[in-house]
């Protein structure tokens, strides 16, 4: 082989590298660019099917109104709309913090207390099943009318998805990671969070992700039973005024206020996953 042939080679194998590194990284941008773009264009397209089939059909407003109605309503009650946010985001997001702290306390001590499990387990169980409308009416005859029973609902629909997701990472450990922490000499506080808690994360961000969601849901049920603020109870005063374009605009409020929530959530899963390539991508 020529001197000339031997130093081109370098030169050729770096420009297919860069060539191949340029590709890819146009490859996820389009990826990227698809997963934000398909949604929206599927939303559109329904709110202009949405929209014509109400001016093509003559459906009458207050059976479903038309987007636009919606949107003149969301603008026109704006301040309305978010004045009655503000009480159902601190019951959900209140509710959230008790009932996800609550279940992560009780599932360390079913892995370290299989008693405890054995007894309380099925308690946990029968309580969720439960349906939320049945006992929503207890709650507020026990706690009240005010924002500890709306709380509370919020705080037990959370509970149970991040008890049962819980108790299993913290259980599903490694048994040659678990050997290695006690050849080590690691104490008991050391196994917990550096391995069990650890290995957990992905568990509870899962159950976290339902919560954020399920909490709303919980606040609005609770505003259902007795309440005069909120997203919940104006949901109620629309249904019986017959205002749909208020109702849909106020559930428009409340279903963005669950994703922006969620949203959050997964943003610091992202943050506090970034070695678990797998769970957050």
């Known amino acids: 082989m020529s001197a000339s042939a031997i130093e081109a080679a370098p030169v050729s194998k770096t420009f297919d590298d860069d060539d191949a590194q340029a590709r890819f990284d146009a490859d996820r941008r389009y990826l990227a660019w698809r997963r934000r773009l398909l949604p929206v264009i599927a939303t559109v397209g329904i709110l202009i099917v949405w929209e014509a089939s109400v001016h093509i059909f003559g459906i009458r407003p207050f059976i479903a109104p038309a987007p636009s109605a919606v949107a003149v309503m969301f603008v026109q009650k704006f301040p309305l709309l978010m004045a009655n946010l503000g009480p159902t985001a601190i019951e959900a997001i209140s509710g959230f913090l008790i009932g996800n702290i609550a279940a992560v306390l009780i599932a360390t001590s079913f892995v370290y207390q299989r008693t405890v499990e054995e007894a309380f387990f099925p308690v946990a169980v029968m309580v969720h099943t439960i349906p939320v409308m049945a006992y929503a009416p207890i709650l507020v005859l026990l706690l009240g009318n005010g924002m500890a029973a709306k709380v509370a609902i919020a705080a037990m629909i959370c ?50 992700k339902i919560a954020a969601a399920t909490s709303v849901i919980g606040a609005i049920v609770g505003e259902w039973i007795g309440s005069t603020t909120g997203i919940g109870a104006l949901i109620i005063q629309a249904t019986y005024n017959f205002d749909s374009p208020l109702l849909y605009a106020t559930i428009v409020v409340g279903s963005c206020f669950s994703a922006l929530f969620f949203g959050i959530i997964s943003w610091a899963e992202r943050l506090s996953l970034k070695w678990n390539v797998a769970e957050t991508a």
């Open 159 to 208: 509970f149970f998805p991040t008890l049962v997701n819980m108790t299993r990472g913290l259980r599903n450990v490694n048994p040659q990671h678990m050997e290695l922490m006690r050849i080590l000499s690691a104490s008991p506080t050391e196994i917990f969070f550096k391995l069990r808690f650890k290995n957990s994360l992905p568990y509870l961000f899962s159950a976290l």
